[in-house]
Structure formats: structure tokens, C-alpha cells
């Protein structure tokens, strides 16, 4: 298993917005971010931000403070997708980026990166029993304007190996 796990904002954001931004530090213990997905992450007051300070405050969302790359690695890439591959291609076996956004993954994947999405990790903590329905958790994801369907949890469910 990865030793490093590196989030983008999309799924923190996700994750808080529905109150279940501790399941990635139950599933992972630390869950390291680069300064530009802290940024990303407060730069609108809300629930969702509140809980990301708060798990970065606790230690368990660790910010990675790295030198300004003053460009993206791709003109497709956003700051925080950028930086948190550059994290994922410093030890690449080690590593496990938390990332939904298409063509981040396709960038991070062309390079060899593993990653897991936010439906994937749903699935795993449904199954290890630490959610009570992963279709609901998408469902209000989903409500709160996050791009993800349940379609893409029945693909995964079709091809799913059990997690112990």
C-alpha cells in the first residue's frame, strides 16, 4: 500500500461538503496536500472549508509546503492537480493521489501515477462498513453541484475486487 497519500481539492472538498472528510483519515491516518489544494480549499468560507482547516489544524491533512511553480504542468491542469502530481512523481511506488477530475487523472496515469477517485473510496469505506450507503453519499455530492454519478459506483462495483 502506498506510504503517501496526495489530495487535489475536488475530492477534499467533496468529502467535507457532505461531513465525511474523516473517512480519508480513517482509510489513510495522513492525507498530504499542497499549499495551492489548501488554498483552493478555503478560498470560499463555508462548511466544507471549516472542516478542511479544522483536519489540517489536527495534523491529519498535512500541508506540503513546496517552492512556487510559477506554471501548470499542462495548460489542462489546474495549480492544485499540478502540485499534487509533482508530489505523486517525487516516489512514484509510494504514492496514491486522491484525484477525480478526467484529465488529471489521464495526465497523472500517462506518467505512470497510481491514483483512486472519490467513488472508489466510497465503495471501500461501504464495504469495510464505515458508510452506511456510498450511493447516497454520491447522490448528495452530487446535490451539492460535484460532478459524479452513481453510474460510474455501479461500474466500479461490477469490476471491484472485496477490501479487507
Known amino acids: 500500500m ?11 472538498i467533496a468529502f467535507a461538503g457532505v461531513g465525511q472528510l474523516e473517512l480519508l483519515r480513517i482509510l489513510f ?7 495551492s489544494v489548501k488554498d483552493e ?10 472542516l478542511i482547516k ?5 495534523g491529519w491533512l498535512a500541508v506540503q509546503q513546496r517552492p512556487a511553480q510559477p506554471e501548470t504542468l499542462s495548460p489542462v491542469l489546474g495549480p492544485g492537480e499540478s502540485d499534487a502530481i509533482r508530489i505523486g512523481q517525487e516516489d512514484p ?9 478526467r484529465l488529471a487523472r489521464r495526465y497523472a496515469l500517462k506518467r505512470g501515477l497510481p491514483l483512486i477517485g472519490t467513488a472508489r473510496l466510497l465503495d471501500i469505506a461501504e464495504q469495510r462498513g464505515l458508510l452506511g450507503s456510498a450511493e447516497d453519499c454520491i447522490q448528495a455530492m452530487a446535490e451539492r453541484g460535484y460532478r459524479i454519478s452513481t453510474g460510474l459506483l ?8 472485496p477490501v479487507a
Open 2 to 12: 502506498a506510504r503517501i497519500i496526495v489530495a487535489d481539492a475536488g475530492p477534499l
Open 29 to 35: 491516518g495522513e492525507v498530504v496536500i499542497p499549499q
Open 41 to 50: 480549499c478555503l478560498a470560499k468560507p463555508g462548511e466544507d472549508a471549516a
Open 54 to 58: 479544522q483536519a489540517i489544524t489536527q
Open 93 to 101: 511506488q509510494n504514492t496514491l493521489l486522491i484525484m477525480d477530475d
Open 154 to 161: 455501479v461500474r466500479i462495483r461490477q469490476h471491484r475486487k
